[in-house]
T-cell receptor, first 107, second 112 residues
C-alpha cells in the first residue's frame, strides 16, 4: 500500500467549476507539499503545510494532521489549471509522493 | 534567472555506460535532492543532501551515487547504466523552514 494516496486519479471539469483533490497519508509527517506538474513536465511547488490552511490566489490547501488528510481546492477553475497535481509528505528528510491527480479543465 | 539548473535535458545511454547528471542552484539552499519519475509510480526520492559534505539515501538509491562538495552543486552519477534506470530525473532544492521547493527542468534518460 502506498504511503500517500491521492484521489481522484483523473478529474475533468468545466471552466469555472470548484475543484477538490484529496490526499491521505499513513505516516507521521513534518510537512506536506502540493506540487503542480505542467503538461511540458516542469514541476512547481504550490504549498507546504504543517497545519491549518493556506491560500494563494484561487488555490487553497488544507491539512488535518489528526486525520492524516489534506485537500487542494481550486476555485473558478480555468483551462490553464490543467496539470497533474501531486501530494508529497516529508518525514525526517525523506519524501514520499502520491501518484498524482490529472486535472483537465475544459473551456 | 535564479533557480535550479539541471543538465542534460535528454540522454541516451547504452547498458553499462556511466554518466553524471548535473544539478546546480544559486539560492544558497541547504537541502538538495534527486528524484526519478516513472509512469504509474510517481516521483521517488533517490538521494538527498542537507548540506555540503552530507548526503543520504532515499527510497531508491541502488545504482546511483551522489556527492555534495559545495552548497551549489549536487551531481547524480550512474556508474553502470541499466535499462531499469530509464526514467525522468528531477533535481530539487529547498531551504528548511520555508518549504518551497524549486525543481530543475528534468532529464529524460533512456538506457538501451
Amino acid at each position: 500500500k502506498n504511503e500517500v494516496e491521492q484521489s481522484p486519479q483523473n478529474l475533468t471539469a468545466q471552466e469555472g467549476e470548484f475543484i477538490t483533490i484529496n490526499c491521505s497519508y499513513s505516516v507521521g509527517i513534518s510537512a506536506l507539499h502540493w506540487l503542480q506538474q505542467h503538461p511540458g513536465g516542469g514541476i512547481v511547488s504550490l504549498f507546504m503545510l504543517s497545519s491549518g490552511k493556506k491560500k494563494h490566489g484561487r488555490l487553497i490547501a488544507t491539512i488535518n494532521i489528526q486525520e492524516k488528510h489534506s485537500s487542494l481546492h481550486i476555485t473558478a477553475s480555468h483551462p490553464r489549471d490543467s496539470a497533474v497535481y501531486i501530494c508529497a509528505v516529508r518525514y525526517n528528510n525523506d519524501m514520499r509522493f502520491g501518484a498524482g491527480t490529472r486535472l483537465t479543465v475544459k473551456p | 534567472n535564479a533557480g535550479v539548473t539541471q543538465t542534460p535535458k535528454f540522454q541516451v545511454l547504452k547498458t553499462g555506460q556511466s554518466m553524471t547528471l548535473q544539478c546546480a542552484q544559486d539560492m544558497n539552499h541547504e537541502y538538495m535532492s534527486w528524484y526519478r519519475q516513472d509512469p504509474g509510480m510517481g516521483l521517488r526520492l533517490i538521494h538527498y543532501s542537507v548540506g555540503a559534505g552530507i548526503t543520504d539515501q532515499g527510497e531508491v538509491p541502488n545504482g546511483y551515487n551522489v556527492s555534495r562538495s559545495t552548497t551549489e552543486d549536487f551531481p547524480l552519477r550512474l556508474l553502470s547504466a541499466a535499462p531499469s534506470q530509464t526514467s525522468v530525473y528531477f533535481c530539487a532544492s529547498s531551504q528548511p523552514g520555508t518549504g518551497v521547493a524549486f525543481f530543475g527542468q528534468g532529464t529524460r534518460l533512456t538506457v538501451v
